[in-house]
């Protein structure tokens, strides 16, 4: 047994002997520091991971750093939200998480608002393009002398996000014979943030008249600050292996439609995501 890891044995040994002994030194902060000193929590930052006109949805980063000779779990944390002084989100966690003796490790606690709350508050900032946060809590890790409770509370400043809209669906036939069609789907999309939005992935799916049509993908595509953009994803349809229906769809020159939008957008350094739905008239 080499040093380091017969010290890490003797350290451990020492903890569960001042536990068994403990008469004299109870409290479980008194037999950590004396052992190798408290675990300690870090708030790390709170992100917008997902937005859409129903949620919000954000994302905690915590790190624990665990300078113990010994493995710890957590046992469960809490947790208040709040933005602008108004409370949004509150309850307890219970997710398990295993911190390596004398290691970090990463806790990420998700969050997911109504939209129509966070808009709110939105509303009430008048047009500011920050809004204060508040995250408070206590954070329990299982060690080997017992459960020790670490208060958490941080405070920082969130972007007002507001959720893309989509505005109509369309589609320019560039080639249309026998063999299929090449066209460019079109998805009108409005930004209504102040800054601009750079989309890294889109992922679609359209159906027509309650029928599969297409599906595509996209990416490497912006929208100006507070304007409509286009996105244009080019596309080939095979029409031999398809039923007549879907010809016949594309000379009428349009069709009810039912859009299934997936896409990921760069903000603040943070991928973002959103999933919406859209219904209309594709006009070809």
């Given at each position: 047994m080499n040093f380091n890891k017969f010290s890490q044995v003797r350290s451990l040994a020492a903890v569960f002997a001042l536990v068994i002994?403990?008469?004299g030194c109870p409290d479980v902060q008194d037999v950590i520091e004396q052992v190798g000193g408290e675990p300690e929590v870090k708030v790390k930052d709170l992100v917008i991971t997902g937005i859409s006109a129903k949620a919000l949805d954000l994302a905690l980063s915590m790190e624990v750093d665990n300078p113990l000779p010994a493995e710890i779990n957590l046992a469960g944390m809490d947790y208040d939200l709040q933005l602008a002084g108004s409370k949004m989100a509150g309850g307890e966690s219970k997710d398990p998480m295993q911190i390596k003796a004398m290691d970090k490790s990463v806790l990420k606690v998700p969050f997911s608002l109504s939209y129509k709350d966070v808009q709110n508050v939105y509303d009430a900032a008048k047009g500011k393009d920050e809004i204060p946060y508040q995250?408070?809590?206590?954070?329990?890790?299982?060690?080997?002398?017992g459960d020790l409770p670490i208060p958490y509370d941080v405070k920082g400043n969130l972007p007002v996000v507001r959720p893309p809209t989509i505005k109509g669906v369309s589609a320019d036939v560039k080639k249309f014979d026998l063999s299929g069609a090449s066209m460019d789907m079109k998805v009108k999309l409005y930004n209504p943030n102040s800054f601009d939005?750079?989309?890294?992935?889109?992922?679609?799916?359209?159906?027509?008249?309650?029928?599969?049509?297409?599906?595509?993908?996209?990416?490497?595509?912006?929208?100006?600050s507070k304007s409509e953009g286009e996105l244009v994803v080019p596309m080939d349809m095979d029409f031999s292996g398809l039923t007549t229906w879907a010809a016949a769809l594309v000379t009428k020159g349009k069709a009810s439609y039912d859009l299934e939008y997936n896409a990921t957008y760069k903000m603040f350094g943070w991928d973002v995501n959103q999933k919406e739905t859209s219904k209309g008239n594709l006009k070809i």
């Open positions: 002994l403990g008469a995250v408070k809590g206590t954070v329990k890790l299982a060690t080997p002398a939005l750079d989309i890294n992935k889109l992922d679609y799916k359209v159906t027509l008249e309650g029928k599969d049509f297409t599906r595509s993908s996209g990416k490497g595509q912006s929208v100006s």
